[in-house]
């Protein structure tokens, strides 16, 4: 009696743990963050540009695989990031394997009658889970040097010489710090 009692009870327990993995797995969690930072260039102590940084969408669980954002990244000082972005898939680590930020934008032309896909890159997002830790390394264009009016045309990044996001700094030393603390360029 008390070996049956024991089993169903290990049974009731192994369905509940399925059935929270079941469930983290398909219903995603909201993602909705906004912060006031900064853009810094890795090899100019004076460059320092003001931006936002806000993070809308969803964020699914995956426990084989990577974990996939479904949203918005929008940088306020680059007007592209306000397109459709593409969705990304999110590591547990911050070095190793970022996500590449891409947007696109569909419009329609009259004189063809037809729809046209413009594509740009941002640069590369290092996050963890549910982004508790985020730098983003912005691709540069030689033909905007100080990147403000680039649109998002393909170009270069450096860890020497990027461009670089981090949101939860608020200073370029405190930046600096979390960037060689999360051993991103290792």
């Keep these: 009696m008390k070996e049956q009692i024991k089993s169903t009870r290990g049974k009731r327990v192994i369905k509940i743990i399925i059935a929270v993995i079941v469930l983290v797995h398909i219903i995603p ?10 853009e810094i ?15 809308k969408g ?9 974990d996939k954002f479904v949203g918005k990244i929008i940088v306020s000082k680059y ?8 969705s990304i898939k999110v590591t547990r680590l911050l070095k190793g ?5 891409s947007y696109r934008n569909k419009t329609y032309n009259e004189d063809d009658k037809r729809w046209h896909t413009e ?6 997002l290092m996050t963890n889970t549910l982004f508790n830790k985020i730098a983003i390394g912005i691709i540069a264009n030689d033909d905007y040097p100080d990147n ?12 020497a010489d990027g461009y670089m996001i981090v949101p939860s700094a608020k200073t370029r030393d405190e930046a600096i710090e979390k960037i060689n603390e999360w051993s991103i360029f290792d």
Excluded: H
């Design 29 to 38: 969690f909201p993602i909705n963050k906004q912060f006031e930072t900064f």
């Design 41 to 55: 260039k890795l090899d100019d102590d004076t460059y320092m540009d003001e931006c936002t940084v806000s993070i």
């Design 58 to 66: 969803k964020y699914y669980f995956n426990f084989f695989t990577k």
């Design 79 to 86: 007007p592209l990031t306000n397109w459709e972005m593409n």
């Design 97 to 101: 394997d970022d996500a590449y930020l």
């Design 119 to 124: 594509r740009y890159a941002l640069g590369y």
């Design 148 to 159: 403000s009016e680039r649109k998002g045309v393909e170009g270069w990044w450096g860890t």
